[in-house]
């Protein structure tokens, strides 16, 4: 969503914001904007749609030389996305440029008050009011813009992130937060702010978290940081551990292509570091009290999309090797449903961005109501991790395409730890068991990676099947959440139907959408695990091949029972049920990007979506 971007200091001020607004592309927008201060005026441009059209506005309407400057990437949401609507907004006497993320409640209210007092607004978002509202508190602040901002923002009500410029103070750069991301880069000479760290990431690696409805003030050389009544804050520092190169596509002509293949790198690190010389789960960075982890009675994660999949597989994993129940819950629906959560629920925020705000607003519920919580989150010094008891770091590196890949295998790995960790510290799993299952685990970045060698037919499937108006996909057990999985990628990349349904459910009224050549994949269980359901998922198979359906089959190495059932065979490694789900998700993440690519789709962006959905 929305991308923040902010830099005061020496250096043109213009192309660090313009390129750090390319960095932030990702989140998904649809309108970008900048402003700068040059020679006591405030300076703005904004167009609607992508980068480019910005930059060609930039082209023929030049800005001039300015060392402070803010910008902004729009995901709509008042108001659509024209050059009216597109940030910074500005005061009506071009004295104030705000740029914001998050949507501001109260703002109707605001609206009319402004209105009353005769001030005319000229876009139909909700931003401007910050804007007017800023404007009219400056004097009455004696021109002090961060007083001016506090108490603008003890005013407004929701999620907001605040960034504003003066025209009379050029070497300043104001922002407030409030629910939504904003982390600092510290730099020499010159400082940052962005709604994450990859925008500042080429100039700075020296990063801060800051806290919740927090004010912070950035000259060239100082950061000041208050929160919303005016007393001083201490942030957080922290290191980015990844640098630009990170990044950029290296090579690939896509991020998601690019993070696919990272994946057996990405497994590896989920792991490193975790696992004692004498195999066991040693997880002290989540700082989880033993004592209170033998005390919970059940785990409930939320989450939302990809990374509540990785949560319904884990909870396969964690409820067989601790008997603790694990509910899964959409974070949209959690808190809304008064679930019972309390002082003996563990409850686990997994979100890749940290930034998620149906998941932030599920672990405030669940914190409320006195649960302990641990996020699994791949963002550090984001919200999400920032807000709960403890955290563990999923270390897959920054994830650029908006469709989840790494982040998804990385969160499956997390969740196991935390669960063979539970196992540990409560003495339901034998030692010899733990150890078995990390073996397992220390085995998939290279199973990972021969799958990855053989995604050639994968890809010729795809292309064959794009012009197929729906795709279904089949699972049983830990398969299920994978076809959950492997239908998401298709409708978020393809934009084609598609639902991944538990295979035994089809009979009990989704098998209606089966007609002739319809393609549905299968995952097929390990004949050599749970042999029930490999025969039961032959069964299904049956069922719809009757009517119609193409089946292709992801199944594993050496299983010949599947190839009479099956017109086409993905074979991906034989693997222990439980680690299946990192396999056979790979095939399906290809599968995807490949038909979306034939397509003609933009992949990495595509419509409608953003990474980071920071509005409920
Ligand atoms: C995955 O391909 C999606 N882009 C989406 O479902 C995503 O997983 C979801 O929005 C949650 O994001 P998070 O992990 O950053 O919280």
Redesign the pocket.
């Known amino acids: 969503m929305c991308g923040i971007v902010g830099y005061v200091g020496q250096k043109q001020a213009l192309e660090i914001v313009v390129a750090g607004l390319r960095r932030l592309e990702y989140r998904g927008y649809d309108s970008a904007g900048v402003a700068v201060i040059s020679d006591g005026q405030l300076e703005v441009r904004k167009k609607a749609g992508k980068l480019a059209n910005l930059e060609g506005l930039l082209g023929s309407d030049p800005l001039p030389d300015s060392t402070t400057g803010i910008g902004h990437t729009r995901w709509a949401t008042h108001g659509g996305p024209t050059d009216d609507n597109a940030h910074p907004h500005v005061s009506e006497d071009v004295s104030i440029a705000v740029v914001h993320n998050g949507i501001i409640e109260n703002f109707a209210e605001l609206k009319d008050e402004l209105a009353t007092a005769g001030v005319h607004l000229t876009s139909e978002t909700d931003t401007e009011v910050a804007a007017h509202l800023l404007a009219r508190e400056v004097p009455l602040a004696d021109g002090d813009l961060p007083e001016a901002m506090r108490r603008v923002c003890r005013r407004l009500e929701g999620a907001f992130t605040l960034v504003a410029l003066d025209r009379t103070q050029p070497d300043l750069v104001v922002a407030a937060r409030r629910n939504s991301p904003l982390v600092v880069g510290v730099g020499e000479g010159e400082n940052f702010l962005a709604s994450d760290v990859a925008a500042f990431v080429d100039h700075t690696r020296e990063a801060l978290e800051l806290g919740q409805d927090q004010v912070v003030v950035l000259t060239p050389d100082s950061i000041t940081i208050t929160d919303f009544a005016g007393e001083p804050v201490e942030a957080t520092p922290f290191t980015v551990d990844w640098d630009a190169s990170a990044a950029e596509k290296g090579g690939y002509d896509l991020f998601m292509l690019k993070e696919i293949a990272e994946q057996p790198k990405a497994v590896a690190d989920a792991l490193r570091g975790r696992i004692s010389k004498d195999h066991r789960i040693q997880l002290d960075e989540t700082s989880l009290d033993e004592a209170v982890l033998r005390d919970i009675s059940k785990v409930v994660v939320v ?6 999949h990785a949560g319904l597989v884990a909870k396969y994993a964690i409820e067989h090797w601790t008997r603790l129940p694990v509910e899964v819950e959409l974070a949209s629906e959690f808190r809304y449903r008064d679930p019972i959560v309390g002082p003996d629920s563990l409850v686990i925020a ?7 705000m149906d ?1 932030l607003m599920a672990l405030r519920h669940a914190k409320a109501q006195g649960a302990r919580t641990l996020a699994i989150c ?2 550090v010094g984001s919200t ?1 991790p920032r807000e709960s008891d403890a955290v563990l770091y999923t270390y897959a590196g920054p994830e650029i395409a ?4 790494k ?2 295998l990385t ?1 499956i790995i997390a969740a196991y730890l935390v669960g063979l960790y539970l196992g540990q510290v409560r003495g339901t799993m034998f030692e010899d068991e733990i150890r078995r299952i990390l073996g397992e685990l220390d085995d998939m970045p290279s199973k990972v990676d021969l799958v990855l060698d053989t995604t050639e037919h994968v890809r010729e499937l795809a292309r064959e099947l794009a012009d197929s108006t729906s795709v279904l996909f089949l699972g049983r057990h830990v398969g299920y959440p994978v076809a959950l999985e492997g239908a ?2 298709l409708k ?1 990349l393809a934009y084609m139907h598609a639902e991944g349904f538990p295979a035994g459910e089809l009979k009990h009224g989704p098998i209606a959408l089966i007609e002739d050549g319809v393609p549905v994949i299968v995952i097929v269980p390990s004949p050599q695990g749970r042999a029930v359901l490999h025969d039961k998922i032959v069964s299904n198979i049956q069922e719809v091949r009757a009517r119609g359906a193409l089946i292709i089959a992801i199944a594993e190495e050496g299983d010949e029972a599947i190839v009479p059932y099956a017109d086409h065979i993905v074979r991906v490694p034989a693997v222990p049920t439980l680690m299946q789900p990192l396999v056979s998700t790979v095939p399906l993440q290809v599968f995807a990007c490949e038909m979306a690519t034939a397509k003609g789709h933009d992949v990495d962006q595509p419509r409608n ?1 953003a ?3 920071t509005v409920e």
Do not use: D, M, P
Not at 303 to 308: I, L
């Open positions: 989450a939302c999309g990809t990374a509540a997994i979100s890749q961005s940290g930034e998620t998941t791949n963002t999400i908006v469709a989840s890949t982040a998804f969160q998401l990628k978020e979506l990474k980071s959905v």
